[in-house]
C-alpha cells in the first residue's frame, strides 16, 4: 500500500463534507488527483446498506446487527474502492471510517471495544488511516445545523446525551492517537478551519517524505 488514506471525523454537522470538498480543491491546484469517498457508503452495496442503518423507519435495529451492518458496509468499501486505490498510489479522502465505529457504537452504545477491534481485523484485514481530522464540536450545534436541512435519520434521532458520548468518545481516540489524529475546533469560520487542516496536512506530507527518504537511505 503507497497511496495516502486521510480521514475525517466529528459529530453530525461538524463540517466533515465541506472540509473535505476544500481539501480536495486545495489539491487540485497542486495537480494532486484524489479519491473522495464516505462511510457508510462509498460502493453500491454500501450505499445500500447505508439506506438500511439511516432510515428513521428501522427504530428496532438491534446494537449488534447496527455495529455487523456498518462493517459489512466497510468490509465491501475498502475491497472495492479504497484498497485499490490506495495500492495505486492514490490520496482517499473519506467522510468517517472505523473510529466512527468506536466512538457511536462502541463508547456510545456501549459495544465491546475489543470485539469491535476483531470485528474490524475482518472486515479490513486491519486497514488504518495515516492521518484523520477530527472536527470538534458541541454535537447540539451541529444537529442544529444539519436539521435546517430539513430531513433527520435514525442516527440523528438519538438523544443529545448519545451525541455528547459520541464526542467524548472521538475526543479519548485522539488522546490516544495523537500521532494520527489532528483535533480541530469546528466552530470557526470555514476559512479559519481549512486554514488549519492544509497546514496540518502539507506538515504531515513533509514528515512522510523525511521518512521514506531516511528509509531509503537506510541499508
Ligand atoms: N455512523 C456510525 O454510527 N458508525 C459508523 O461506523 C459510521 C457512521 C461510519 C452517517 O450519517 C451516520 O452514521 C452518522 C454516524 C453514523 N450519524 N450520526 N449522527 P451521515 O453521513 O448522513 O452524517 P454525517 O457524517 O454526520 O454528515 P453530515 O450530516 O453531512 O455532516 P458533515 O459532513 O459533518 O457537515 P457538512 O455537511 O459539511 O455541514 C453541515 C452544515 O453545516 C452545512 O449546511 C454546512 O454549510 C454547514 N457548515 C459546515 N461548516 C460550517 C462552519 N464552519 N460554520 C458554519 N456552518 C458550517
Redo the contacts with the bound molecule.
Sequence with gaps: MSGLFITFE??????????IELLRQHLAERALSVLIT???GGTPTAEAIREV??DPRNKALAPMAELLL?AAA?AQHVEERIRPALDAGQMVLC????D??TA??GIARGLSLELLGEIHRLATSNLRPHLTFL?DMDPEL?LQ??R??GRI?R??Q?SIAF?RRVREGFLAIADNEPERVVVLD?????EV?ARDIRRHFDAYLERRAREQALAADTP
Design positions: 466529528g459529530v453530525e454537522g461538524s463540517g466533515k463534507s465541506t472540509q464516505r462511510e457508510p442503518l439511516l456498518y466497510r467522510d468517517r471510517f472505523a466512527s465505529t457511536y457504537q472536527l451541529g445545523r444539519t435546517e436541512r435519520d442516527m440523528e438519538e451525541h469546528a466552530d470557526q469560520e470555514l478551519i
